[in-house]
């Protein structure tokens, strides 16, 4: 150490480290977070049949690098402009626009890029989410389309509704979901859901009475260890969830106080109760490590707040939900979610808004917001809700109306990995001659 | 930069900078090790047969998911309170008692949530180690048992015996061991030998005359990526070896001086002297990558303190003994650890920990306790061995007086994943008819 | 708070904590490129055939296992003393000779093990890329020594060249690569390229006509997820790309100013950029996830500077043109590639510093060093060219005449892993009777 320093001097060196230190946090969780996607490619092509594993892959991969420029160009912007509803601020999305001085490199701005970053993931996690759902008979270019709209457009708008410092949801019903349990899950989820009912289900999904037939993926250990490097990559998600302020203790999004620490408890009890509550419901790894998820989403929004037995809690009661969820509208309404992403992320969403009404109402918000209360997290729940459903059935009607969503039956029965990639999963491997019964749609 | 600060201001300020960064870094430390769930969970299925593959992936997300609550409940309490032996310590305890105030979100605690974190997530790898030794034939509710046990009790009081600022083997005996290779890899090794005796081997393990039949899991390329995920999570775990002390130099967990650096070094040198010690023993891909482990585990102790080079040559040493001791076991003993969880962990373990002994004996300690020696640490070895062995040895020969610990011959021939899942693997893929001579079982 | 620390107590404390987060920083970056050796080695096992799995498999780590202790005992040393060119600065690299008091636990230096750490990780890194391309007929031996060559001393030379504070490429050449593109990947790409003229290809790679014959790898979706996840560990690598100033902003390793923020725009914005090239020119997931990382490398020198549309252009130019330059060296030049490594990498590489030329040049640099131009980075990545081909051309031609390059076609035909490990992969499946032509070597 030479001479010694000023406080003026301390203070800006001292600021300066707190910049860098939190570009490194970002930068961590940014990193960690593309463990969900490898996580997701692995989920997703082991729950396809052999004739389709790469073709879910390579709508999986074409997803992610679709929306980071299309986030680039218009997502970012729509996130820091429309938090009061439908009507941009222009002013405060100035910096977001993709000509600004911010969107780049520039030696006074160490935060729009690492924050960019950040939710460009989140914004690609809503693309993978809604990709499980839709496998094996998607059309590639509707597809893309769709995700586009999902990651770059509708999920944001719900970021920027309840998602963001000064969202409505927030401003107007005290809407809390530290962990994107809205925005993220339950859009994606109900975008998903709303796809799938124009898109309808894979050829032999249904016997001809309707009732259901399994369609196994061609490998459960592929997609199980893929689901548990999704859980690896939650510790970067969850990471983007929290505001790092450095000199001052931590806060949510919404600006309340929190901790990391507070975060490391429940995430992992969370976890555990989802794999607990899905294993007394099913037995099964695919459900286990789906409910090691869905109890995560079941505890997100009140991470920051809950006892962590009650985070065990309502993993629990996520992880015993979000299985039979699925069943009911495979029995129910004949809908064929290939992965069970819409009960995961849409019922686990939902269970975790409307738990932190129950068991947070009455925690006090920042400035003369309102607190938490039930009426609030339910009204917040249902506007993320249709917000996911609306585009995605909406859009996914037209295009089925004009029979560009679903390629044709015969592609579909060929595989699409002949039709679409053209490559094949394994050359050297004798798949069994016919797994499943091929029957026409019933869609 | 607004106003200049004050002195007291700015320190203030810099203590908090500090807290958050600790959290941060024991944060990631938990995230990376959550990876060394998802390299065991590869590593497992991919050693078991295909007709237990999913069964072995089951049991060891349960492990885990068991493992977190019941840590939550007693198991830190465990730790803080036991560190004079059997006598707890109720008043260092009470922040640990599941009521406290620490125990969950408060903004005057950054820290209790963020250790715990990083501890249950040793606590859940010694379930996982001792998982894999006990694959394709232990029942699961016993194996549940056993694994709460290890994981919530038996290692954690190894830890709070010899990995803690207190733990009467250092303060009495100057037991040194950086990296936790007693607590976590000597303890969760003894304890699966323990439970094999009683166990028995797989049917068709040894043929009618005892000579060992070499059972192959399904997939090799499946077990040796996730033994290299396990080395990438092993970044997390060392990293939660170290104290953070921010504004410091880095200590143990023992209070003697350390720096990260020097944990870089020797990390790379023993996974790589592993490596190569078992390549030259054994040329093959599982054994090579185990020795990569078992290298860690044999320099673990002394990663604050070795030469580089001497780590190398312990992970040489640990590389060269540990397949050795697996055939050892196996072909005296009739033992059958079905991927040698004893061998890696609990020789390799001993190994690092004897090796310290030699090699940093004089080496001094905090406050007045002695200086490391070969007795202490061959003395506090053998205490870990039997920490471990005892529990997992009573434990288990109870349940199988009780005909509780296995699965029913019948039930093992047909396969775990049919019996206990019901799923199957690969749904698609042709198994070769039958690739091992399926004979009753010899115990 | 106790009593209020001195202005000279405050800055020690924030220069010891800025020493402290810089270690955490680089052994982050370090576990996470730990990550592209799980990555490589998914990516190359799948790339191989059945036969030849596991053999490619132990080379790969391997690799890494001998890489580590050379690089410490000379390649640490090359990097510090050859920055001139070939006349080694004693004086300078005295701190990285293996005995200096620098390398191994120094209280007084939280920095050269971590530094040493990440380097170590890059080195590795040269020699898993090197590795794909000759996979299923190089003999262990000789692949062995190339890797220590390639890994320890050559791309280091090249590192001590054009990536550091005063290699001759920047102090004379005003070179500029933020994120190693040169030294890594072109070194490495050129040097696969030099080693497979003289290996000749895969026995049955060309029909008699000189006709190519595709060989395809047993597992596909094995090597995607294993590409995605070295692009996770590159978030690591590209973390190591930047100097930790802690209390100031952040420098390329030349000195120039850069931000993380930047970066995290411009990696993944190339990475897309690679994805949508590689999908256009080709619609299959083996090249799409190769162009992400050929995206990345074509952006790589200019992370730091480039507008990320520009960034995204680089990538999809890169993605577009990578898999054309495989096309033609095995058409034209009859070269067998197995992995596209030196189209990857080495093309890959180049169009990223030649792109930094024509985009970037007029750049200023720091001293009186010349500022980025065209001509300098030309120069430049034709000395990476020379320095990675060379070498690789001559050593592997020296061991052809001498016979101990290739197996035997015996072997090769054998298959691998019965020769040289002796293990099956999959010893429960049936591979499909005899999937590709096995013809003489037409070598």
Redesign the interface.
């Known amino acids: ?1 030479e001479t ?5 001097e ?9 910049t ?2 939190m ?6 969780c ?3 977070m ?2 969900i ?2 996580g997701f ?2 989920y997703e ?2 729950a396809s ?2 004739k389709n ?2 073709a879910s ?2 709508k999986n ?2 997803a ?6 299309t986030f ?1 160009f218009f997502g970012w912007w729509i996130y820091l402009a429309m938090y009061q509803g439908f009507t941009p601020d222009f002013e405060a999305a100035a910096a977001g626009a ?1 000509w600004a001085l911010n ?5 006074t ?6 924050f ?2 950040a939710f ?1 993931l989140f914004a690609a996690t809503t693309a993978s989410i809604f990709s499980g759902a839709v496998i094996e008979r998607i059309r590639m270019s509707a597809f893309i389309i769709l995700a586009i709209l999902l990651g770059s457009v509708v999920w944001i708008l719900g970021a920027a509704w309840g998602w963001h410092p000064t969202g409505w949801l927030t401003t107007d019903l005290g809407f809390h979901d530290f962990g994107a349990a809205g925005c993220v899950h339950m859009v994606a989820g109900f975008f998903a859901l709303g796809v799938i009912i124009n898109l309808g289900p894979r050829i032999g999904r249904f016997d001809e009475s309707g009732k259901p037939v399994s369609i ?7 997609t ?3 689901l ?2 999704i ?2 990559g939650f ?2 998600f969850l ?1 983007g969830c929290i505001i ?7 806060t949510t999004i919404f600006g309340t ?10 995430t ?2 969370a ?3 989802g ?2 509550g899905a ?1 007394i419901m099913t ?4 459900w ?2 789906s409910g ?1 998820l869905a109890g995560i989403f079941s505890a997100a929004p009140g991470l ?6 009650l985070a ?1 809690l309502m993993g629990i009661i996520g992880g015993l939900i979000v299985p039979l969820a699925d069943k009911f509208i495979t029995k129910v309404f004949k809908l064929d979610d290939a992965v069970g992403a819409f009960a995961v992320h849409g019922v686990g969403g939902l269970i975790g808004i409307i738990g932190a009404g129950i068991f947070l109402a009455g925690y006090p918000n920042v400035e003369d917001y309102p607190p938490i209360s039930f009426m609030g997290q339910l009204l917040s729940g249902l506007v993320m809700a249709a917000l996911g459903f609306i585009p995605g059935y909406v859009v996914s009607l037209v295009m089925a109306k004009f029979g560009v969503l679903r390629v044709p039956p015969k592609a579909e029965i060929a595989g699409l990995d002949l039709v ?13 001659a016919s ?1 499943q019964p091929e029957k026409p749609a019933t869609v």
Not at 64 to 69: G, Q, R
Not at 216 to 222: A, K, L, V
Not at 304 to 309: I, K
Not at 420 to 432: D, G, K, Q, W
């Open positions: 150490m010694v320093a000023t406080t003026a301390l203070q800006a060196m001292l600021e300066m480290a707190t860098i230190n570009e490194v946090f970002y930068w961590w940014t990193g960690l593309v463990i996607h490898a490619l692995a092509m082991g049949r052999l594993a790469l892959g390579v991969i074409l992610f690098a679709f929306i980071v420029p680039f993709p969107m780049g490199p520039n030696l701005d160490n935060a729009s890029g690492i960019w970053g460009v196994e993926g061609h490998s459960m250990p592929m199980v260890i893929g548990m490097m859980i690896v510790f970067g990471g790092y302020s450095g000199t001052a203790q931590w106080p929190a901790t990391l620490s507070s975060i490391s408890f429940n992992l009890m976890f555990s109760g794999i607990i294993y037995r099964q790894p695919f286990m490590m090691a920051d707040l809950y006892y962590p037995p065990f679409e990639v053209p490559l094949t999963a394994y050359p050297e491997s004798v798949p069994a797994t």
